[in-house]
């Protein structure tokens, strides 16, 4: 690696995380799962029904994937372009879930 | 510039070629995100199927509370305590590892080795857990094509077939965290002048705690 692209990494390198904001980080990952706990294990079924805690563990799961990638994977950090190369493909993900779904409600009055 | 040189720099690799990186990153590490995402795509359509197939047989379907209830030193187990805990010990390895990535910019190599020795106890922690709850699970009868209930038994095949391709992710990131501690110690980065690969191993493996916040969704909450 030459000299000069060692400076180009290092200056993305620059707002990086302090090891606060890395312990900061890890708080908020263990207070979401504590969340999800809480949700699970001590709200009974007749207060708040299923569905919706399956709603609120997806909303949860998807705000602690935000904190992996964007904090410790170092994307919210990196170039535009390349947030959007690598995020952007991921709308699929939705097309297969939706298929899938609609699918699966097809075959359970089959079986 | 004529096509010769440009051809010529491609070889010399200077970065990439094009005398500037683009995206302001190395490549091994858009590659890496290149993998990582493919990677997220096979995951994705396995969390899918796991889905499509627990909602058509919903009425058929153990309960997770149930079957992930015992723990070890409580005689009668706890929902959620023993994953609870592999949960905690894969986030930590994370950190540990985010650590180590932030100990390498500053080119602390002693640093770096210590991060990078607690990722790896982590993972080896985690995959200990792991091959605790699989022999527990097969003790009482579950496995590939069997279940000790009258429930479907595509629960216990989508279990072992999903957590079982994450367990070999983690297992081979704890290989490769190894040789990158052994490349630490023989002090090959500290020639090299970065700890790039430290950064790249450390993109592996906070996507392995990623797709495991999923799986312990999707299996074990919902």
Known sequence: ?111 | MSAVTNAEEMKTGSAWGGGKSPFSIEYGKLMMWFFLLSDAFTFSALLTAYGAIRFSNSNNWPDPDVVFQSAPFIPHGAPLVFVGIMTFILIMSSVTMVLAVEAGHRGSRKEVTKWMIWTIIGGIAFLSCQAYEWTHLYHEGYWWGRIPTEHNVNFSNLFFTITGFHGFHVTTGVVINIVILANVLKGTYERRGHYLMVEKVGLYWHFVDLVWVFVFTFFYLV
């Open chain 1, 1 to 111: 690696m030459t000299a000069a692209e060692h400076t180009t990494t290092h200056d993305a390198d620059h707002q990086s995380m302090t090891t606060g904001d890395i312990w900061k980080v890890f708080f908020i990952l263990l207070g979401l799962t504590i969340i999800e706990f809480i949700i699970a294990l001590a709200i009974p079924e007749s207060f708040m029904p299923h569905s919706i805690k399956n709603i609120l563990y997806i909303v949860l799961t998807l705000a602690k994937a935000f904190y992996i990638v964007a904090y410790f994977m170092h994307l919210k950090f990196e170039k535009l372009f390349l947030i959007y190369l690598i995020v952007v493909p991921l709308i699929l993900v939705l097309g297969i879930i939706g298929s899938l779904l609609y699918e699966g409600d097809y075959w359970l009055p089959i079986r």
